[in-house]
């Protein structure tokens, strides 16, 4: 099995059915996928990984092991399943956003992260119109869909993952689905723990110099009346070396958005399907 990693360069050429083709079989097959040449400077994403490594050094490394300290967890002897070995925090970049609002942010940080955002935007955008061209969908449908009364919610998990002395027994992020639409992640890319959940076994997400991995959330699912996967997938801690960094931004429907599968794609026999998937995310 070889994870789709998708290059873009040519989207706009002779290569367009052939990069459709691609985006299609990755989202009904893997609900993962890696995106090359997507538009973001790779100048740009260094300063962002360089800036955000700093901020973690800076003003979060000690808070974490305090953390850590706190709850036992460097001394484990059985499997924790209610603790992650991550530390966080949260970008909200729309409707509203609150980089401002965060002190402990540098201006210079804030003002890449701002950028950073509105990047993402674009690209989020393009490909969920790609999805729509596969589906046979109108252009927009899916932004549409998840725009809401002020349009959809986006914003981004900063994630740090440092050496764990017990990796068998705590996962950096346990598995799961994300709830909401397309996800886009731009990770570190010297040091692996992203893996997927494929035909019953852990699939490693391959760390790829300036891609973003895209994946499909529940609520694209829904939409997508279960033709394109959310997948089950979670972040495994390295025992010594570098921690991971990932930047995971959420491009989802907004809060008072209606969501439920385009009729286009619904099919009589797939009712049933559908009643489960609903009461699946819900």
């Known amino acids: 099995m070889e994870f789709p990693i998708i290059n873009l360069e040519k989207l706009n050429g002779e290569e367009r059915s052939s990069i459709l083709a691609k985006i299609k079989d990755a989202c009904e097959n893997w609900g993962f996928f890696e995106v090359l040449n997507h538009g973001i400077d790779t100048e740009f994403l260094d300063k962002v990984e360089k800036l955000t490594k700093e901020h973690y050094k800076k003003c979060m490394e000690e808070r974490f092991k305090e953390h850590i300290a706190s709850k036992g967890l460097n001394d484990v002897v059985t499997e924790v399943n209610d603790v992650d070995w991550e530390s966080t ?5 729309l409707p509203v956003s609150n980089i401002a609002d ?40 899916l932004k549409n869909a998840f725009h809401g009364s002020n ?42 723990g992203l893996q997927l959940l494929k035909e019953g076994e852990w699939v490693d997400v391959p760390p790829v110099r300036h891609s973003i991995v895209v994946n499909i959330g529940d609520q694209l699912e829904v939409i997508t009346n ?7 997938h979670r972040v495994i801690a390295h025992p010594e070396g570098e921690g991971r960094m990932s930047l995971a931004s959420f491009y989802n429907p907004g809060s008072d958005a209606v969501i439920f599968p385009a009729p286009s794609l619904v099919a009589e026999e797939k009712n049933e399907y559908t009643q489960n998937l609903y009461l699946r995310i819900i």
Do not use: W
């Open 89 to 93: 925090f949260f970008l909200r970049h």
């Open 102 to 141: 965060l002190p402990e942010l540098s201006d210079d940080y804030k003002s890449v992260m701002k950028q950073f955002a509105s990047k993402l935007q674009v690209l989020a955008e393009l490909l969920l119109d790609l999805l729509c061209e596969n589906l046979n969908l109108p252009k927009s449908y």
């Open 151 to 192: 349009g959809p919610t986006f914003g981004t998990k900063v994630s740090n993952y440092p050496p764990c002395p017990n990796p068998d027994l705590i996962k950096g992020l346990r598995a799961h689905t994300d709830a909401g639409g397309i996800i886009l992640l731009f990770q570190d890319d010297k040091v692996s």
């Open 226 to 232: 279960g033709k394109y996967k959310s997948v089950l």
